[in-house]
Nanobody, 120 residues
């Protein structure tokens, strides 16, 4: 199996920055796309950003120009650099990873989530 561990959340003032990290461990044959999602209270989980194994990225319109997703394939780690944070960015942020356990079995995995609170 694959385990995802997130870190880097916390309380930040509007306009501030945070960097989230997500490290995957376990029986990983090949790590495919990784991504970040978020869920605010009373709302559905939504996509924030994704990155493929060849570093192609995709962002939600609400974070374009403010957030940057990146990855270190050698460490099976994805990052989310968040800048110009707004109160609307307050949510639990979840890491997602699509991984092959062997050449034939491919699954999605989720982290436990990390709280990001943007408030003065």
């Amino acid at each position: 199996q694959v385990q995802l561990v997130e870190s880097g959340g916390g309380l930040v003032q509007p306009g501030g920055s945070l960097r989230l990290s997500c490290t995957a461990s376990g029986s990983i044959f090949r790590m495919n796309a990784m991504g970040w999602y978020r869920q605010a209270p009373g709302k559905q989980r939504e996509l924030v950003a994704t990155i493929t194994s060849s570093d192609l990225t995709n962002y939600a319109d609400s974070v374009k120009g403010r957030f940057t997703i990146s990855r270190d394939n050698a460490k099976n780690t994805a990052y989310l650099q968040m800048s110009s944070l707004k109160p609307d960015d307050t949510a639990v942020y979840y890491c997602n990873a699509n991984a092959n356990l062997n050449p034939f079995i491919r699954r999605d995995y989720w982290g436990q989530g990390t709280q990001v609170t943007v408030s003065s």
